[in-house]
């Protein structure tokens, strides 16, 4: 059956699991919700308030439980919820919950990111730089058991244990819903990714529909400044989807649509995995042709069509302690 959030001052009373419970966010509510009946765990909300100042007062649903120090006390294992996209306050406000769940009871906490932040840079580029992946996985390891995510933007790491040290670290692929949902919704469309390093990704993409794929090549020369070759395969009449595993700007999906519209695609879609969309992203994709957007819900948007939330159960479910 479906659990309904819990406002922390209401936990009391409602069904509760002494062992598990999943922690979510306003801003991730919904995702929260879907994760917690997949699961078959009750959902509870996490209370934040936002100073003028912008500091974070964060405050813990407890279950009532007389004669404990404090007032209460949490469950065992807590599952917290909260993709990373925009991820400074975030990052502050799920530490701050993170260590008061320990001080209440948790004994095992595992962080469930769709979208994990700073995984981009691996490397210092220029002397001085911050290499953030490698200071916030180690700061997110030292504080959950375990961390699962979906898609992390890895370049020059093969895998997401390298990036993030945690005791178990999942990286899920978005592949599988993601071709399902495409089989449902298009009939026989060209799949085109963004690069030789998709390609893989693509084709998973590709498979449940068995639907033709091929990727571009991409030179990157700044944040807006992206060059993209398109393959050389037909598209004249054809329906095509451009797929990524994020966009924030638009302007590299952009530029493909605009030559796919001149080579003669009869439709232009855009399917993304984490859709961060910066300021007018997705009117920078409308202008450039793209008919509809579609993306996975690992990011809060207007254009989530894509449910994640059995993906992660079935990589959570054999981490809840017996």
Not at 102 to 120: F, I, K, Q, S
Not at 228 to 246: N, T
Not at 297 to 322: C, I, K, T
Request: hydrophobic share 45%; aromatic share 4%; net charge negative.
């Amino acid at each position: 059956m479906p659990y309904q959030s819990h406002p922390f001052s209401q936990l009391s009373g409602e069904r509760v699991d002494a062992d598990h419970l999943v922690l979510g966010f306003a801003d991730y509510r919904d995702q929260s919700l879907r994760l917690g009946a997949a699961l078959e765990i009750p959902v509870a909300e996490v209370g934040v308030h936002h100073f003028p100042d912008g500091e974070s007062r964060v405050r813990l649903p407890l279950i009532d439980t007389p004669g404990t120090a404090g007032g209460g006390r949490l469950p065992r294992q807590v599952i917290c919820c909260r993709s990373l996209d925009r991820p400074n306050d975030k990052l502050v406000e799920l530490l701050l919950a993170a260590h008061t769940a320990r001080e209440y009871g948790a004994e095992r906490l595992t962080l469930v990111a769709p979208y994990l932040c700073y995984m981009r840079q691996d490397m210092a580029f220029q002397p001085g730089e911050a290499v953030s992946q490698r200071i916030i996985g180690a700061l997110l390891a030292e504080v959950f058991d375990d961390i699962v995510t979906v898609d992390p933007h890895l370049h020059r790491v093969s895998n997401i244990e390298q990036a993030v040290p945690a005791r178990h670290a999942l990286a899920l692929s978005s592949a599988q819903p993601m071709g399902e949902f495409l089989a449902r919704r298009l009939k026989d469309p060209l799949l085109i990714g963004p690069d030789a390093e998709s390609e893989q990704w693509v084709a998973a993409l590709a498979e449940p529909g068995h639907l033709d794929h091929a990727v571009a090549t991409k030179q990157r020369r700044g944040d807006k400044d992206v060059q993209v070759q398109l393959p050389d395969c037909a598209v004249e009449g054809r329906a095509v989807v451009l797929v990524d595993d994020m966009i924030s700007t638009g302007h590299t999906a952009a530029d493909a649509a605009a030559e796919l519209k001149a080579r003669g695609a009869r439709e232009i879609y855009c399917l993304v995995a984490h859709a961060l969309f910066a300021a007018d992203a997705t009117r920078v994709l409308t202008e450039a042709g793209v008919s509809q957007v579609w993306s996975s819900d690992s990011v809060d948007h207007a254009s989530n069509a894509v449910h994640l939330a059995g993906l992660l159960a079935e990589a959570v479910r054999p981490l809840l302690n017996p």
